[in-house]
């Protein structure tokens, strides 16, 4: 392990913020580590979404601090983030549907020659080797983005994300509108990030993909950070106690009997 | 290939079928009459097409973003109106002329700032500064038209460059410019990703509004542009020139094919409709048609054109919709 594996990249500082008389979350403290997955779970309404907003810079916190690689941020906006090697693949997934699948994937940063001229054809050539490398099944780049799957609308955002050159990616209840074999291949590619080195967070609502893909589980309820455990030391019945606040221990025990 | 020549083909779909109705009307019209296809006519065509062209570049790049900008028919008056005074008052052609389109761009950079900073509909900003730019060349003048200007000046609207004149070289000049922006800039990516996806685009880290304030100056200088090519045509700078201009530019470019729910849209397109519609014009002129009865005739054209294009986009969603 080296020295970076230790120090986490983005560290969370009593994050907390009012929406009116609303705390959506309150003092959240939260490491993010490099090559490690990372889950959000919790109700809805727990604070999971609130929290990536902050990450992804689309709210600023009312109170704490963001420390990302040893920088302390007061808050982010979306430039912000990106800037900062922070992507983050929406869960509507923020596609332009009227666009062909280049031009996505270079929104916000498109290559140009003499300072200003679009290189589509350099472009389009990345594209073809951006999807191929994340075994995203896309024949044409040139495509419009409005005649891809589900499936592939997913990939392009993911690419999006990669190709945005961070290194913490940010995936918002990415099966929660997929097939059993679009949800495969998403969790794999979270998994094959994670092992290339990426710090990923994935909210979700799904415990049996979290505890497939995670090593680490944060659970929050009503905007407070109630858990963070060790996925390989926990159950679904212990995860779920902390989400309902019911407790299933002992069901746990007994079943493990 | 074959695939990807087929997808072309869809791209362009609106522009190849803008560009046989023209090539029709104008095969049908020349067999209608012989004085159709003269080099006079069509010269006079071309010069009177050469205003809404310039015009519906800035249109169409505002459409584009989903957005709308009726101000252009006032801001025509108005940079007619400020070269005129300028000059009036002693300035030389150059800077007046400067001064003008300046004043154009302003009131456009003016309407993508409200539009943006307080998230207002386009529709409904543009109106008001559509009545606060024509109150203010109603004022500047006291109601009472400008003219009698410099040969400088007027060779703006009527002088000569071989066979062409200066608007049909501006419009030309405009039109290249527009189609190099509108595909191969940032900004007119940017433009088609705001009518696409706004919050897309702002996620992606890009600055959404800045972009927006840009588009809409344009908008502003190209109706600045034609305010010139007017006044100095008609060697008069009146306040009420442009009455209902943007009406036409936007039926321009609905016509070209650019949608008005944003996302898509096109240069070319925009300029074959603006050729299609003065070949229309002239075409029903020629035939002696009243011309309440040409006004009637080419509000139809555009209805049916805007239908026709309708469907044919809905009809492709629905295959594509089928195909997954």
Redesign the interface.
Known sequence: MTDSDHKPIIRLRNITKNYGNIRALQNVDLDIYMSQVLAVVGDNGAGKSTLIKVL?G?IKPSQGEIEVAGKVYTGLN??????LGIS?V?QDL??????DVA?NLF????L?KFG???D?KLMLEKSKQLLRNLNVNIV?P??MV????GGQRQGIAVA?AVNQGGKVIIFDEPTAAMGVNESRQILNLIKDLAEQGYAVIVVSHNLHHVLEISQRICVMKQGRLVANLETAQSSPSEIAHYITGVNNLEDDQEIAQ | MIHRLWTKTQDYASQVLLGLILVAAIIYLSMVSEHFLTWFNIRNILDQSTLLVIMGVGMTFVICTAGIDLSVGAVVALSGICMATAMHSGLAVGPAILLGLLAGTIIGLLNGLIISAFNINPFIVTLGTMSVTRGIALIMTGGIPIYGFSTAFTWWGSGHIGPINPPMLLALGIALAGAVVLNYTKLGSYALALGGNEEALHRSGVATKKNKVIIYGICGFTAALAGLVVTARLNTAEPLAGYMFELDAIAAVVLGGTDMKGGRGSISGTVIACLLLGVLRNGLTIMSIPSYYQQLAIGLIILIAVIISELRFRNTLNRLQEAN
Do not use: F
């Open positions: 992804s689309a979306p430039a912000l983030a990106i800037s983050t929406y923020a596609l332009v549907d009227t666009r031009a929104l916000g940063r498109e140009v200003w001229w679009l589509k044409d040139q495509r409005s005649q891809l799957s999006r």
